[in-house]
Structures are given as C-alpha cells and as structure tokens.
C-alpha cells in the first residue's frame, strides 16, 4: 500500500508521468539494452521491441497500477496475475526487478527532467515500482513452486514425436519428454513457452497454448507461420528436434463450475487454448450448456476443423458456429456454417454463463464490444492474447 504522502503526490503527478510514459519507455529500452544487450538478443521480443508494441505494453501497466493503488481498485490483482504467469513462462528472477528499477527511472528523469522528478516525486514513484514489482516477485515465487520448479528449472526438454500439417499456414506439434516421461500437468487453456536459437544465433521466446488434453504423457502445440520463432519452427522442428520448453503456465483456464454455461469464442490460431477446453469439458461430462464459435478467413485456413467439429459433436448438448469471412455469395454452407464475421446478434449468449475469447487483439476488441451490447458482465469475460499486454 503507498502512504497517504505518497498517494497524494503520485495522483497529482499521474497525469504528468502518464502523459509522458509513450516516450519514457523507449528511453527506458534503449538504457536498459545498451547495459544488457544479451537481455534483447536472449529474453525479450525482438518483433515487439522493433513495433514499440512491447513499450507501449510496459507503458500501460505502470500507468494502469499507478492508477489502481492511487483509487485502490482490485483489478490490480488480474494485472498482476496476467504478467506473473508471463514472467514464470520466461523464468523471470527477483533480480531482474532492480536493474528495471535502476533504467526504468534514469529514463523518467531524461525524459521530464530533474526540476520535474523530485526527490519527493521519486521516492513516490518509487514506492510505486516496488508495489508492483514484489507483488509480481510474491506471486511468481507461488508460480514457481505450484509448478515445482524454480526460475532457473523452468526450462526443460522435450522432443518433437509427430509434425502434423494443419493447414497452409499452421503446423501442430506433438511434444514429449526425451525419455518418455509424464510430462507436467496444465489447466485447459494455458500456454507453454518455446525457446529457440535462431540462424543468428539470438535466442527467442513465445508462447504456444497446450491444444491437447492434459493428464497425457504428451503435449501438443499449434504453430502459425508469423513471425521469427514461429517461422523458425515451420523450417526447422521435425519429429526427432529438442526444444527447450517452460512448465505450463497461465491465468486464463477452464472454470471448474460445471453448470456454469459456457461462449467459447476463437479467431484463427486462438482456436488452440478453445481445443483444449473442449478435450476436458469432454471429460468432464456434466451435460453443461456449451456453445463455440470460430471465424477463419475461409475453411482451407481453419486450422484444427475436422478435430473441432468432432470433439464439439462429443459432448452433449455443445453447439457448433462457425464465420468464415472470404466464403463467396452463394457457395453451399454446411450445418453450422455462416458468411462474414461474427455477430453476437446471431448467438444466444447466456446471461449468467463465462465467455472466453482467443484471437487477434483487434478481433477480441470487437468481441467485447458486443458482449458488452448483449449485456455479458466484464467479470464473466475471459481473454487470452498473446501479444503485449496494453491499457
């Protein structure tokens, strides 16, 4: 909790350090990668970093906690839970938190200046760093010991066992331990992060949500072709290829209320984390109502259709919607197919049920636009992006 001097002072700055944080973080990136170079080549998001996605991401959660302490608002708890599992998956150290600390500051005073930044104003915005960073530090530290490991063994082996062409654009991975091993157990809807070192020798990280039932001996991922590590898996991981892979983390998983009615909505490679809440609801045969809808550009894009149709036709009752936006006019439509994009206005949405979304950040915008028109309350809505988080 800041002290009431404290608060005081970071409510009447916020604007000013807000205002400013779109060209503090850039400053920050360039201190902190000039003392830490191998932290951009091994650790962070070089797409990211070269869209400013990744600054406008660090923007965001300072200027959102600042602004959840100043007005006490408990939606800090989700802010935190969705970055500590991020940094579990990348094996983030209490001792990363000072060098941020030391960089992140140095560009707050280059940026406004040092008649701006205070000895009162800092020592303000410091104690709201630190808020922050060992709220991240306490539950990461329970991250890691739920997955029994530590930040140093978050990493282990595993062995590409079956390479299954999706569709044009996407590959599905079968994973398992090098020794045959039971590998970790996950919730239905979190991820794993892939590392890999690539033709120039940088080592990069992304998350890949586990599109299989947990309790398997094996895990299984679907990759699209985008971007570097993406890419460098399409060309390089074949049955017999040793990835280095976190332990399964993530904040947005299956509820465990089995008469609580479930939307699960997906866009193009944000089926995978929707496969594998499907495989346990499969499971969990307790008869709740479950409907899913999809959009792909066309069904030769829609990685995952035949799995989809077949695990949806496996449980009782769960209903099938499926938007492709590039069918032409007057094409045949099977059972459960629409034209376009998905409209809200079309499905009956449960009042009282959970919505989880998984898709492009543009497309999950939309989506939330609509349930918030058709009344679905922001607590029942959850979302899974694998881009920066922004405010």
Partial sequence: MLSAAHRDIVSATLPLVGGAIGEITPVFYRRLFAAHPELERDLFNRGNQASGAQQAALAGAVAMYATMLVEENPETRALIERIANKHASLGVAPDAYPIVHEHLFAAIVEVLGADTVTTDVAEAWTAVYWAMADDLIGREKQLYAAAGATPESTWIPVVVVERDQQSPATVAFTLAAPDGAPLPDFHAGQYISVSVTLTDGARQIRQYSLSHAAGVDRWRISVRRDGEVSSHLHEYAFEGTELSVSRPFG??????????????VSAGIGITPVLGMLYALETEAQGRSVTVVHADRTRATHAHRAELAELVARIPGAELV?????????????????RGRIDLRDIVVPAEGNVYLCGPTPFMQALTRQLADVDVASDRIYAEAFTPLTA
């Fill in 322 to 338: 499926t938007y492709y936006d590039e069918l032409p006019d007057g094409y045949p439509l099977v059972a459960g197919e629409r």
């Fill in 251 to 264: 904040d947005v998983y299956l509820d465990s209320a089995p008469s609580t009615p479930l939307l699960l």
